[in-house]
């Protein structure tokens, strides 16, 4: 790959590729032997969570807010459908595990988080049957149905609407919802790779963070094709009720480090967040103890492993290889960054930022 970058004037790193496709892949990382004392490090980065859950354009944008045109009901043509449910795309996803019973149906579906920030029951997705080929008889998608207290934005309930047929294990559960970024896709648009984490979200509107201060109204032109995509977390990205990493108290476990933002940063290593997981759920170390496997890994960073084990530990990364432009926010003189690679293949700094992106001028803020 060939990559080209340019810098805005709002301090972003832009990375270019040429390319279209959304391929997906795996990358094994291998992490030496450690000890408590002594961890081994490694560094390392993650492709996209999965495919865009959406792509279109803009209808017009002001201030933080992107607005979408609303469509035909495939229903009722004569009325028009907005193309995201209230909230969805903002809040923090419940979870849960299914049981069988002795007809390989589903029995019962059980909430293992409650998630947050739901203003409407979300749909729940089962997998299919492993085996049997007849629905009549071995055969038959079970169907589960949600329900939330609307004052406290929490799932209180899952019910088996159709309990299904053909499950010889239990089938994974994915309830909708969780936190999404929304991404500028115009292909040859300056902001092209731009991305922003979305905040809230009506039928037809989207309000985003930035951080940066942007012009969003120039950033998303009306009709700008944009797509959003599902944000990693500790818990997505490395399990929630147990990982491959070593797990225990903060004394034996393996650490992962995230940076923090350049607001919080002080020029010390205690600029490295670490998180652990004890056998239950993600901890930060020297926190105060919640869950914290909801914490979001933003696409332009990439996440430093502490292997405290005595044995060295191959792990696989999936995720979707970026081949698409991508910004990175540069932090000013005296901050850090630990860049994402979004590429998926080893790349020399002198691919990454061209010769005349270079300069020996700390005044030159552009370069």
Not at 187 to 193: A, M, N, V
Not at 250 to 255: M, P
Not at 339 to 353: A, E, H, Q, T, Y
Request: proline content about 5%.
């Amino acid at each position: 790959i060939v990559a080209s970058l340019g810098l805005s004037s709002l301090g972003s790193l832009v990375a270019s590729t040429g390319e279209l496709a959304d391929p997906s892949g795996a990358l094994s990382v291998t992490l030496p032997a450690g000890t408590s004392s002594s961890p081994s490090y490694r560094v390392a980065s993650i492709g996209l969570k999965g495919e865009a859950v959406f792509r279109g354009q803009v209808k017009q944008s002001a201030g933080n807010d992107v607005v979408f045109h609303r469509v035909p009901d495939l229903l009722d043509p004569s009325k028009s459908s907005v193309p995201f449910r209230q909230g969805m795309l903002a809040t923090q996803k419940a979870r849960a595990s299914a049981f069988l019973d002795g007809n390989k149906s589903v029995s019962q579906v059980t909430l293992t988080s409650f998630g947050s920030g739901y203003l409407s029951a979300p749909k729940v997705y089962v997998d299919l049957p492993t085996e049997g080929n007849d629905s009549a008889v071995d055969y038959e998608l079970a169907f589960v149905s949600s329900e939330i207290n609307a004052s406290t934005g929490l799932v209180t309930g899952l019910n088996v609407e159709g309990p299904g047929k053909g499950y010889l294990i239990p089938p994974k559960i994915k309830i909708e919802g969780g936190r999404h970024f929304l991404r500028c896709a115009e292909s040859g648009s300056s902001d092209e790779g731009k991305f922003y984490l979305v905040q809230a979200n009506t039928g037809d509107t989207i309000t985003l963070a930035n951080p940066l201060g942007d012009d969003l109204a120039q950033v998303f032109k009306n009709e700008t094709l944009v797509e959003i995509f599902e944000a990693w977390t500790l818990g997505s990205l490395f399990g929630y009720d147990s990982t491959f990493l070593n797990e225990g108290n903060s004394s034996v476990a393996d650490y992962v480090y995230l940076l923090k933002p350049p607001n919080q940063q002080d020029g010390t290593t205690a600029d490295y967040k670490p998180y652990f997981h004890d056998g239950v759920t993600w901890r930060e170390v020297g926190g105060s103890g919640s869950d914290v496997s909801e914490t979001v890994i933003y696409p332009d960073e990439s996440f430093m492993i502490a292997r405290r084990g005595n044995t060295p530990l191959d792990i696989v990364l999936s995720g979707t290889v970026l081949t698409q432009n991508t910004f990175f926010k540069i932090p000013q003189q005296g901050k850090r960054l630990l860049m994402n690679n979004p590429f998926g293949v080893d790349i020399m700094l002198s691919d990454l930022i061209s010769s005349e992106n270079i300069d020996d001028n700390v005044t030159n803020g552009k370069k």
